[in-house]
């Protein structure tokens, strides 16, 4: 089993950045391909970006392209995401997911919610205007 816990969110102005940060216990998190997953009110979850285990392949959402960035620290069992350039339109509720332990393909990331194994309880971002 592994728990992901989420933090870094908060309230923010336009334009301004944070950083998210999913912390992972309970196994070595290194084999394991994490991604970030956004839910706004009334909306459906969506995936924001994702890093393959080995971290050599990322995938970002087009609304997030250039703005976001993925990373991962396995030394630290840590996932982070820093958002730059925020929109009130990226207000949300964020969640850290993550699928594995993957045997396979190092450099594989994941799109769909139902491939994810694992979900954090969620870190709110909110953006004013």
């Known amino acids: 089993q592994v728990q992901l816990v989420e933090s870094g969110g908060g309230l923010v102005q336009a334009g301004g950045s944070l950083r998210l940060s999913c912390a992972a216990s309970?196994?070595?998190?290194?084999?394991?391909?994490p991604g970030w997953f956004r839910q706004a009110p009334g909306k459906e979850r969506e995936l924001v970006a994702a890093?393959?285990?080995?971290?050599?392949?990322?995938y970002y959402a087009d609304s997030v392209k250039g703005r976001f960035t993925i990373s991962r620290d396995n030394a630290k069992n840590t996932v982070y995401l820093q958002m730059n350039s925020l929109k009130p339109e990226d207000t949300a509720v964020y969640y850290c997911?993550?699928?594995?332990?993957?045997?396979?393909?190092?450099?594989?990331?994941?799109?769909?919610?139902?491939?994810?194994?694992?979900w954090g309880q969620g870190t709110q971002v909110t953006v004013s205007s």
């Open positions: 997911a993550a699928k594995g332990p993957i045997s396979g393909n190092s450099g594989s990331v994941y799109y769909r919610m139902r491939e994810y194994d694992y």
């Open positions: 309970g196994r070595t998190f290194n084999r394991y391909a």
């Open positions: 890093i393959s285990w080995s971290g050599t392949s990322t």
